[in-house]
């Protein structure tokens, strides 16, 4: 079935440095949404990207979709401790509903 | 506050027992979502209702049952608890029948451990 995987499972950075994670399906989305869980929180709607080859930012975090609409990318510039949490990437499946990316659990070193 | 509303918070139970877990979407939305998040994990969805009808099922064990009820609040009930359902339950509301495009808006969850 289809299957959308996220890459990596936990990056450690310190503050201040970047962090990128990384979503691909194994087919083509029509659409790709991005959710934040901060620890011990429950996950929050970031963006939705919908056309080929679109970049959106907002504020410190810039997300792009690829221009075959399989991947996807969230870069997050000069981390701060408030950014710690959990990323999960969503696409739709053939039925509409959403398949989740496992996330990435970006951890800020002390 | 996503407006989404889920209780209990916390659920204590031992092996065997049965419990139902309540949620209330936010105002005006008619679907409901229920994933499992165990330990570090994903979420796994498990089951959609809109409107009162079962819209989509996901990885729902025959165990678990869910239903949207006429107000639109749903009730998951977890049956035959095992050691391996100890995990964190989310509601998820939208305000459309699931076309791939919703913004989901997540509840705060309930945090079910089987002793």
Redesign the interface.
């Known amino acids: 079935g289809q299957q959308v995987m996220q890459i990596p499972q936990y990056q450690h950075v310190q503050e201040g440095e970047d962090f990128t994670t990384y979503c691909n399906s194994s087919t083509t989305l029509?659409?790709i949404?991005w959710y934040k869980q901060r620890p011990g929180?429950?996950?929050?709607?970031l963006i939705?990207l919908?056309k080929s080859g679109e970049v959106k930012k907002q504020k410190r975090l810039t997300f792009q979709f690829g221009e075959a609409k399989k991947n996807s990318s969230l870069h997050i510039t000069a981390t701060q401790t408030t950014d710690v949490g959990t990323y999960?990437c969503a696409?739709?499946?053939s039925?509409?509903?959403?398949?989740?990316?496992?996330?990435t659990?970006l951890i800020i070193k002390p | 506050d996503?407006g989404v509303t889920q209780t209990p918070k916390h659920l204590i139970t031992a092996t065997g027992q049965r419990v139902t877990l309540r949620c209330s979407p936010r105002s005006g939305d008619l679907s409901v979502y229920w994933y499992q998040q165990s330990l570090?994990?994903?979420?796994q969805?498990l089951i959609?209702y809109y409107n009162g009808e079962e819209r989509?099922k996901?990885n729902i064990l025959e165990r678990f049952s869910a239903q949207q009820f006429p107000d639109l609040h749903s009730e998951l009930n977890l049956s035959s608890l095992e050691l391996g359902d100890s995990a964190l339950y989310?509601c998820?509301s939208s305000d459309s029948p699931?076309?791939?495009?919703d913004?989901?808006?997540?509840?705060?969850?309930t945090r079910l451990t089987v002793l």
């Open positions: 029509s659409n949404q929180g429950h996950p929050v709607f939705q919908v999960f696409g739709p499946e039925n509409y509903q959403l398949i989740w990316g496992a996330g659990k | 996503s570090d994990q994903g979420l969805f959609q989509a996901g989310f998820a699931g076309q791939g495009t913004t989901q808006y997540f509840g705060p969850g």
